[in-house]
């Protein structure tokens, strides 16, 4: 065999077996749970932001891949809340839930294209507040984000959900 023709082959074979990096998938954000200062819910919520009992897929459940985990909750009691506020807002968030003293939360917060923002573990007492500067928001950005947090009980049930968060004045669509 010619060395030109074999070259040709073998560069054609090689070609063919490349592979191409996976494609990320955007995540869809697209409701919002609107909060004002009190914590007031107005306009109509997104019915499945700031819940208890999320199903999350590969991806979600790998944001908190090596801490500790339990079993699911399958239900939560309905003076157990979690929620953030104001929401929209230009000036930051008080996340708040009613967590008893033995309990933690987790929090990832992620943009669309899964990257993610800002990241806590071990979170302990009734509220942690949120800058648009340490979540890093670009200065003139008034995109959605996504918060995904796990609530550890100390009889070690976990309680999951996500939120989102929008920088932005605060005003009903």
Known sequence: ???IPSLLLLLCLLQGCRKDPPTVVDLEID???YRDMNADVFCLPDSTDWQLLDQWDEWESSLF???PTGPAAVSAPDTFLFFAFPNPSVYGWQIHTNQ???SYFDMRIVNRQREILWSQNN???NSVYLS???I???PDSSELVRAYYR???SNGTVYQGHGDLKRAAFSCP
């Open 1 to 3: 065999m010619r060395p």
């Open 31 to 33: 409701g919002l749970t």
């Open 65 to 67: 891949a090596g801490r």
């Open 100 to 102: 008893n003293s033995t």
């Open 123 to 125: 979170i302990t007492g």
């Open 132 to 134: 648009p500067t340490s």
């Open 136 to 138: 890093a928001f670009s």
């Open 151 to 153: 609530v550890m009980r």
